[in-house]
């Protein structure tokens, strides 16, 4: 950040009294403006024992496959944004109302608060979009794993499809720093 929103001057960083990060002040009007963490949340689109994936249409990752995910825009609840993200990258439909948590994660360099949910689709129609040059139903052998768009958090990939193949759901939190992915269970559905 170099300038100021609300008044257009440059801004500082500096260490506010009590405070613990420091921030942008501006020199014109003193407003601070806080950065803090993004929230992107993913839908795994469910039919059968399958998992609606797209290949990436566009940078970053193009050409890969991930679950269709954004952020949440303001006004909408969690589980609208995510049912909105799977419709506008897929075409496909589930209901908010049916969305349960999958996982909670922390993507602490990226700055990022991610929510996984799970959904089954409505119907199993989906097509392809300017985001995604190719959408498909994989099961958990079929998924091409190898061209994961996110190999660093391949390992939630393979926990959903256990709890898919098994039947029962567990809720989860998954850590991503340095590189290396850690979760763990904080919420079981027997
Ligand atoms: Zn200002």
Same mark, same amino acid.
């Given at each position: 950040?170099n300038?100021?929103?609300?008044? =257009?001057?440059p ?7 009590? @405070?613990?990060?420091?921030?942008f002040?501006c020199? !014109? &009007?003193? +407003? ?9 949340v993913? &839908?795994? #689109?469910t039919?059968g ?17 991930t ?13 609208? #944004?995510?049912? +909105?993200? *799977?419709f506008?990258?897929? &075409? #496909? ?7 349960? *948590?999958?996982?909670?994660g922390?993507?602490? +360099?990226?700055?990022?608060?991610y929510?996984?949910f799970?959904?089954?689709? *409505? ?15 994989? #099961?958990? @052998?079929e998924?091409?794993?190898? @061209?994961?768009?996110f190999?660093?958090?391949? @390992?939630?990939v ?9 039947n029962?759901? =567990?809720?989860?939190? !998954? ?6 992915n850690?979760?763990r269970?904080? =919420?079981?559905?027997?």
């Open positions: 950040m300038f100021c929103s609300h008044c =257009g001057q801004v500082k960083k500096v260490l506010l009294a009590g @405070d613990s990060h420091p921030r002040q020199n !014109g &009007c003193s +407003r601070v403006h806080y950065q803090n963490p993004k929230v992107l993913s &839908c795994y #689109a039919w024992n399958k998992v609606l994936w797209m290949r990436r249409g566009i940078e970053p990752c193009v050409g890969k496959w679950a269709p995910s954004g952020f949440v825009e303001e006004g909408e609840s969690l589980e609208q #944004a995510a049912a +909105r993200e *799977l506008e990258e897929t &075409c #496909a439909r589930v209901d908010p109302q049916q969305m349960q *948590l999958h996982m909670v922390n993507l602490v +360099r990226m700055n990022q608060i929510m996984v799970r959904a089954p689709l *409505l119907s199993p129609e989906f097509s392809t979009t300017e985001e995604a040059s190719e959408v498909r139903l994989f #099961a958990a @052998d998924f091409p794993i190898e @061209d994961f768009a190999p660093e958090v391949a @390992d939630n393979q926990l959903f499809y256990r709890d898919l193949q098994r029962r759901f =567990g809720i989860y939190m !998954g850590t991503l720093e340095n590189g290396k850690t979760i269970v904080v =919420g079981r559905e027997d």
